[in-house]
Structure formats: C-alpha cells, structure tokens
C-alpha cells in the first residue's frame, strides 16, 4: 500500500465530473479572455497584451480539452501539447510582470 493511495476515491470522484469540469473551466476561461481583451482595448499596454495572450492559450488549451471530449475516442491533446500551452502561459504572464 502506497502513501497515496488514501487519494485514489477523490480521483476516482474527479474522473466521474470529468465531462462537466472541462466544460466548466473553459467556459470560465473563455469568460476571462473576453475580460482581459475588454481591459487590453481600455489601455492599450504591454502588460495587458501580454495577460490577454495568456488568458488566449488558457482558453485555446481547454477549447481543445473540450474538444477531445466528441472528437477523439482518446486523447489526441495530450500531455506533451498541453506542455507547450502551458510553457506559453507561463511566459506570456512573465512578460507582463517583468517588460516595461
């Protein structure tokens, strides 16, 4: 018995919400991309570019999440490409924190 098998019955419980938990999040992205590209129109700066582009790969990734639901029998989005879209977050939010 490993330490974190006492975490198998919530991921099981996760894995049954799955469906509607994709759905959810990218509604919610898409939400805050639509916030974030209202903000970036207000004041047309380098930070709000660089927050709404991260907000455009977090809902792009959880688009394609959605879409691995009723296109692929697997998972076609995997871990890898999920990776880059992550990386692009990442260093999109880096920019705006630290560029002038």
Do not use: Y
Request: proline letters at 2%; aromatic letters at 18%.
């Amino acid at each position: 018995m490993a330490f974190w098998d006492f975490l198998r019955p919530l991921v099981d419980q996760a894995a049954n919400i799955d469906f509607a938990t994709r759905i959810v999040v990218f509604l919610l992205s898409a939400a805050i991309l639509g916030i974030a590209l209202m903000a970036f129109r207000r004041s047309k700066t380098n930070k709000m570019l660089f927050v709404s582009l991260a907000f455009l790969f977090f809902a792009a990734k959880w688009a394609f999440k959605v879409l691995d639901l009723f296109i692929s029998p697997g998972e076609f989005f995997n871990r890898v490409a999920e990776n880059i879209f992550e990386l692009l977050i990442l260093a999109s939010l880096f920019l705006a924190l630290f560029r002038k």
